[in-house]
């Protein structure tokens, strides 16, 4: 007779435990955005306590659709979509040709190229960011027809009349996508997951198919696709929540993005709690679809496991 549980499981029973306390500590700050998004202002320092003090006494839906009729949220969730997407597109694609590059072909200088990017790697955001912020905005004199490229330009909508920045410098879709768009981490991530597929399976593609081109797009891709998925996702949850950069960047209502054009709730002597976190539910959501749709390819880890452990 045993006096007590066996240690399997003590072991299950203390990993179950710890499991649901890790998502009570990240479930709670959504849980309390979302109740304060429902409540009105003064609701908020009302001075109530336990559940009282999470549940809103009035259920302000209204709050979901003020936040786009007191600031034009829609546009600012369009710019961000535009900006995360291109962006995550435009970094998966840059981060794959580089991993290619320095994780499978050979060639003079590798190694060299391969520390230079791991020591890049080690500089702070914030010493690159003013340096980035002057070259974008003396990139348009460095041009010619300095007119051309700086000019704000609209686009027939309909009826209306949709406003797209302009082509290059500040207020310009190209300078919210293309500087966020290397990232020195996304090319380490699939360096590492090219490394792992067997040369001897690249050598034969290459030799039956003579293109290297060849081989990236039909082997080397769709061997590391869960690794692509997991780069795309942090390359558009980065942007999506970008919030310094655009700042910086954008100076008209039609070019921000709705990370900054939330500020509109706070102002000098108060903040507008419920709307700022109404902006912050509707923000998290996308993020969240993405993940979801993500999932299947971000947790197969296995995918090139069998082609490791035959490695000749």
Request: cysteine-free; charged content about 10%; proline content about 5%.
């Amino acid at each position: 007779m045993t006096d007590g549980p066996t240690p399997s499981i003590t072991r299950r029973l203390g990993a179950l435990a710890g499991g649901l306390g890790l998502i009570l500590v990240f479930i709670t700050p959504f849980v309390w955005m979302i109740a304060t998004s429902l409540k009105s202002n003064a609701e908020m320092f009302d001075g109530a306590s336990g559940l009282g003090m999470l549940l809103p006494k009035a259920w302000r839906w209204q709050n979901y659709r003020e936040i786009f009729t007191l600031i034009p949220f829609g546009r600012y969730l369009a710019n961000s979509a535009f900006t995360a997407s291109v962006s995550a597109l435009l970094e998966t694609g840059l981060a794959a040709l580089a991993g290619f590059g320095l994780g499978i072909l050979r060639w003079k200088g590798r190694e060299q190229v391969h520390r230079l990017l791991f020591l890049s790697w080690l500089i702070p955001f914030s010493v690159v960011l003013i340096p980035r912020f002057f070259m974008m905005l003396q990139l348009p004199d460095i041009l010619p027809g300095t007119d051309f490229w700086t000019a704000h330009r609209v686009l027939p909508a309909g009826s209306h009349e949709m406003a797209v920045g302009r082509l290059l410098g500040l207020d310009s879709f190209f300078t919210l996508v293309v500087p966020a768009s290397v990232s020195v981490t996304a090319t380490f991530l699939l360096i590492t997951a090219m490394e792992r597929i067997p040369h001897q399976i690249l050598d034969a593609a290459y030799l039956e198919t003579g293109s290297r081109y060849r081989v990236f797009r039909d082997m080397v891709l769709p061997l590391v696709t869960p690794t692509l998925v997991t780069v795309a996702f942090i390359a558009f949850l980065s942007s999506w929540q970008s919030f310094t950069w655009p700042l910086l960047v954008t100076s008209t209502l039609t070019m921000q993005t709705a990370t900054v054009g939330l500020r509109a709730f706070q102002t000098l002597h108060s903040t507008q709690w419920p709307l700022l976190m109404a902006g912050s539910v509707v923000l998290t959501l996308p993020s969240l679809g993405f993940l979801l749709l993500a999932q299947t390819f971000v947790i197969d880890r296995y995918q090139l496991s069998e082609l490791t452990e035959h490695r000749i």
